[in-house]
Structure formats: structure tokens, C-alpha cells
């Protein structure tokens, strides 16, 4: 049994910069894909930025590269978003979501995870 908390949302002005933190509490296999999703009002949730254990390996929507960094501290449980440059059209719901393989293909896509936190709500202001 596996479960995620997501933590560190906010309201902060464009520009500006948050952390995401993701904590993975149960039984976890020892190689996995987990990622970020976003879900802005009106709109379905993608993938913002994804991560696979095995190798190190990170991808990242095109919308967010340059500016977000995904990471996972393995010994600490603990998946991390750093979000820099902020901008208004970043305001979602951030998710974190896991599965126990190698990134997919679609990483991006919802359907590809098991396993979803409850959110934390992200808004940024001009």
C-alpha cells in the first residue's frame, strides 16, 4: 500500500518561486516513475514533470522547461518541484502521482499512474 502527500502550495506573485513536496509513505518497489500533474480550473490535468529512479532520467512539459526541476530524494521519500519564474497560467491544482515502472512513453498522460496524492493548490498573481 502505497500513499502520497503533496505539500509546500501557496499564493505567491509571478515571479517568484515555491517548492513542491511530494511524501511517499508504504511499501514502494524498488524502481518507479513519478511526476507532477497540474489541473487549472476548466481544464484536464497534465503532466507537468516526471522522474524515473532506475536512471536519473527527467522530463518536463514544454510549458514549464527552464523553470521547474523535479527531484527525489530516495532516502527521504520525498519528491520535490522546484518552481521558479512563476507565472499566472501556472495556477492549478498540483498533483503527484506514481507507478511502479519506467517512465512511460506518455508520462504525461494521468491514465499511465497508479497512485495520486490529494493535491495542494498553487496561485500566482501579476
Not at 101 to 126: A, F, H, M
Request: aromatic share 14%.
Amino acid at each position: 500500500q502505497v500513499q502520497l502527500a503533496e505539500s509546500g502550495g501557496g499564493s505567491v506573485q509571478a515571479g517568484e518561486s515555491l517548492r513542491l513536496s511530494c511524501a511517499v509513505s508504504g511499501y514502494i518497489y524498488s524502481r518507479w516513475c513519478i511526476g507532477w500533474f497540474q489541473q487549472a480550473p476548466g481544464k484536464e490535468r497534465e503532466g507537468v514533470a516526471a522522474i524515473y529512479n532506475g536512471h536519473g532520467s527527467a522530463y518536463y512539459a514544454d510549458s514549464v522547461k527552464g523553470r521547474f526541476t523535479i527531484s527525489q530524494d530516495n532516502a527521504k521519500r520525498t519528491l520535490y518541484l522546484q518552481m521558479n519564474s512563476l507565472k499566472p497560467e501556472d495556477t492549478a491544482m498540483y498533483y503527484c502521482a506514481a507507478v511502479y515502472q519506467p517512465c512511460p512513453v506518455r508520462w504525461y498522460s494521468p491514465p499511465s499512474y497508479n497512485y495520486w496524492g490529494q493535491g495542494t493548490q498553487v496561485t500566482v498573481s501579476s
